[in-house]
């Protein structure tokens, strides 16, 4: 199924026709050069164009008032003079003869997205629209936006569509505080939104949008807010803030249709935002959020004032909607000491709604700060010189292999569409044949095997070589297999491997205490406390039969780990009766397909086939089918996930929630 790219080139009439300092960074070009970049890229070529229209009266009163639309429509007709009185009663808002026209284009082409993909006409999709619409309420225009399109397009789905639940992703730099205002007291409408916020000194400027501003009424806990205190937030303080906040309430709301308020403000050298998310980044929300809603998302455009940065970060998010592997992530560190407090307190002001944040710190009073520090002299003059010394790398291509999924497969089974089968060579290369054989076999070892670990071999060549991106194969000692694997892709010298395995197997000791190999192990047994830093063991009470608790460990350990050590190569391996259900196995094979530019290589043991077609589908790209709502997991499931959290973020830098000294002391 295709991905929808929805753009007309008449919404750049829409201009500002006097000098406005606060307005004049929302230009046309933002969406010329972001549409250019897709055609250059070959983007375009690949989505499916869809038309705009022009939305209905009807459509804009489903959030906005007659009044205010009353008004707007009659600045078609007026003077500029009178436009830019029109203008001055709105906070940072500029109107043009052709706004009203343009707006309702802006509204119509994100409503074309919400039922093209909602009718299952394409899979997922972005509209490329001005104005933005966030900012934007119910009785006035503001911050550049005119008509809420996002807020207007999850009414309008759940009307049209009769869905209960709608996932809004503000990722845009600026708080959607219109969105907000729209569904705070509705739990049908998740909000999640970070902003820059500075303690309440940027723009807009409103208490409520700190992070206990949680929601009202029965939307109480369904607005989640993540103020950002401080410029300069990294790729790692945003992809956290997904790992820690948004992607396990998203998985517990479980929602059938995910809106992106797609703004790219947050992104490196944009004059608005001053954070350095780099474009790449942005493959990897996108990704992140694709196996949720059976893979419904809907990015709609907002902010992103850098002409090459937006351009660039557009790029990044509609490749990784039509399922191209994601890059390697860039520049990851640790968390920011500010991201940390923040991510730390909107965790603790939901830890009463979602069940996710049941174990989240309580704070100490008076340990987090509250108020503005004034920048030290020094440090003022080295963020004015960062502004001007913004420069980053243009991301490197993605290239797609040539082959998505390969299969190994025993002789008589069948090879699930759509992937290609390997075919098990005859002769295997004489030096293969002999190391496999000193290495694994004793003695001369029986034929088959080791022709099978021969066929391994070259199937992880061709993944080195970026001939293949992944695949599975099914294999009849799943020790031995694991074990020639990792030997064989650590042999280069920068190749990491990311071993996940799910179930009780015993993980062949020779493969840990490796720094190149990190081991994950998702279990039911009891613990024999691992101390390696590359082996852990996250034992669960109902082993990977449960589905919170394992959701918990993929957001709260798995990914956080595997980004940090960013693998060259993801080996999945499913252990004898794993038990895992099919659903979760693919949300798994999705997620971690983040990683290592997709390069997955799933082993399932024989015996366990029959989960071949459902991992052969998700490594082929196709969303994860929705695992429902999530109950509470259990209370010693998230103290076991909480006490690897903590006893391992030393090591692991992305695995903190909390800045440094600010748990109270008697939960350390
Ligand atoms: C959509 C968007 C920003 C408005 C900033 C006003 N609006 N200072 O990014
Ligand atoms: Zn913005």
Redesign the pocket.
Known sequence: MATALIYDGEMTSHKLLWDDP?CDI?VPDRLTVSYEALVRSGLVDRCASIPVREATEEEILLIHSEEYLEKVKKTPHMSVEELKDFSLQS??VYFHPNSYHCAKLALGASLQLVDHVMMGKVKNGMALVRP?G??SMRDASC???IFNNVAIAAQYAKQTYGIQRVLIVDW???HGQGVQYCFEDDPSVLYFSWHRYEHSTF??NLSESDYNAVGKDQGAGFTVNLPWNKVGMKNSDFLSAFCHVLMPVAYEFCPELVLVSA?F?AGIGDP?GEMCATPDVFAHLTHLLMNLAGGKVCAVL????NLTSLSQSVCQTVQTLLGDPNPRPENLDSPCESALESIHCVRRAHKQYWSCFSHAADLLEGQISTKPIGLAKEEEESTVKKKEECVWPEPPKRVAPLVRTAVLLSGDSVCPGGCERLPSSDHPDPDVVNELRQNFLQGDGDREALSALADLVTFTEKMEKNEICNGLAVVRDITLAVTCVVRQVTKAPNNRVLVVCVGDGEVPSNITGDRKTLVVQICSRETKQSNCKFYIPVCLKKGCSDLSGFIQAVFGLLLPMGYEFDPSLVLLVRMPGSEVCDGMWQQLTGLLQSLAKGHTLVLIQEGENTCVGPTASSLLGNPAPPLGRLQAPLPQDVEEIERLRLKLQGDWKLLQTTAPGAQRSDEL
């Open positions: 606060l929302e906070d940072a933005p966030h900012h911050g550049f936006c845009d730099v600026h723009w807009p703004g403000d608005e907002e902010g992103g004032y």
